[in-house]
């Protein structure tokens, strides 16, 4: 079995800055495209910044320039380095990996519990 555990939320004021960390854990083959989505009560989970395993980035358009995806491929980790934050930032964030399970090199999709990002004075 996999898990994706997150680290790193929390509370911060406008302008500040905070680091997501997600680290995966289990027996599988390898790590396709990790990420981060994130979601608002009543709103549908949307793609924050996913980056491949060979580092190709990708981001919202909201995010461009304030946030930075980054992974760790020997510790299976990504990070959401997140600065100049604004209240729209407020959500709850969720780490996302594409697994390659052994035998079958079969991929699915595994989703963290979730960490709690509020942009607040």
């Known amino acids: 079995q996999v898990q994706l555990v997150e680290s790193g939320g929390g509370l911060v004021q406008p302008g500040g800055s905070l680091r997501l960390s997600c680290a995966a854990s289990g027996s599988f083959f390898s790590i396709n495209g990790m990420g981060w989505y994130r979601q608002t009560p009543g709103k549908e989970r949307e793609l924050v910044a996913v980056?491949?395993?060979?580092?190709?980035?990708k981001y919202a358009d909201s995010v461009k320039g304030r946030f930075t995806v980054s992974r760790d491929n020997a510790k299976n980790t990504v990070y959401l380095q997140m600065n100049s934050l604004k209240p729209e930032d407020t959500a709850v964030y969720y780490c996302?990996?594409?697994?390659?399970?052994?035998?079958?090199?079969?991929?699915?999709?595994?989703w963290g519990q979730g960490t709690q990002v509020t942009v607040s004075s």
């Open positions: 996302n990996a594409e697994v390659v399970v052994r035998f079958t090199l079969s991929e699915f999709k595994y």
């Open positions: 980056i491949e395993r060979g580092g190709r980035t």
